[in-house]
């Protein structure tokens, strides 16, 4: 699909892979659905097979009829019509073809196949079974008996494209990050302003990412598991280096802008870091590395397609309540992620 804002504008090509749901506000309304899925093939050589050959293919879905069964057309480059059926976790291509050798209208092929689907899938209401074992395939049957099923009296939840749409579901992404952290620590003693100081260091820090859109309001909610590494350093006439790492957890939410092709956004999470490992080179004995992190972060970035690139701000001992001799632990940092899904 192509695109612009407003008159004058540059077309902007729109992805299958960038659309949630997408809605044309005509008359009647138009829906689509961005989806990665299936989609059988059917060969004209039958000196091949006479069994259905599938595709993965990222592409966009008309909604037909949105209810408790959606039912949704796509049209392939070569003008043929694919038909979807959804229902719970049920997601299925109704396999219809059928192709002639010669011009005597010799039948060499035939998948029927998009009975038994149907009849499988409102096995649960009997009223649409005789139209199913009678019906010619096209759009105009399959959307009465689609509609003759979510109207029937075990359903009743009819929803023939109307504003509010399908109901949406939680999405979930996985993918890697890595980048690094610029950190400024601030060391203090009661004991003695001479022993306190700052210090700045740079460190790797790198993870899994878990990614969860809700339904409504282009917001999603982040979940990771990172490693992050710490140094601090005193100021004493022997100086006492602590290199201290920590897997660190980071709960975010997330506010993302449809914009196109990039999808910036900002975030605004918690995080706690479980010491790992501790280093203490030579100088002071005492321990005053914090025993933990527990702080805030705020970022923001620009994703586009599977590839993302973030900035936070992060406060890693604002929330401590025990923080050893390291009173604030600033850091901003910069990473890349990719989705794998």
Known sequence: ???????????RDLLPEEVQELRILTDPEEIYIGRETQVAIFSKDISISQAVRYQRKTIFLRALVLGTMNLYLYQ?????????????????ELIYHEYYTDNKQ????????FRAQLLRATYDCPGPAEKINRMVFGEKTLTGIVMT??????????RYPVPGGQK????????????????????????????????????????IDGLFFLPRGNK?????????????????IVPTYIREDYLQTHLAVR????????????????????????????????????????????????????????SRFIMDQLLSLKRGGVSSSLGVSFSVGYWMN
């Not at 999603?220 to 004493?236: M, P, Q």
Request: charged fraction near 25%.
């Open 1 to 11: 699909m192509r695109y612009k804002n407003k008159e004058g504008e540059n077309l």
């Open 76 to 92: 392939d480059e070569s003008n043929v019509n694919h038909y979807f059926i959804e229902r719970d976790t049920l997601w299925d």
């Open 106 to 113: 010799n039948l060499s092929r035939l998948h029927h196949r």
């Open 149 to 158: 099923y979510n109207s029937s009296t075990c359903n009743n939840q009819l």
């Open 168 to 207: 949406r579901k939680i999405k979930f992404r996985f993918g890697l990050r890595a980048g690094g952290i610029v950190a400024m620590n601030k060391i203090e003693f009661e004991f003695g302003s001479k022993y306190s100081g700052k210090n700045t260091s740079f460190n790797p820090v790198f993870g």
């Open 220 to 236: 999603a909610v982040l979940l990771e598991a990172l490693y992050d590494r710490r140094k601090y350093k005193t100021t004493l």
């Open 255 to 310: 506010q993302y802008w449809p914009d196109r092709p990039l999808k910036p956004f900002l975030s605004a999470g918690l995080l706690y870091g479980f010491p790992l490992k501790k280093e203490i080179s030579e100088g002071w004995t005492v321990d005053y590395s914090p025993p933990g992190q527990s702080g805030v972060s705020f970022g923001g970035g620009v994703r586009w397609n599977k590839v993302e690139v973030e």
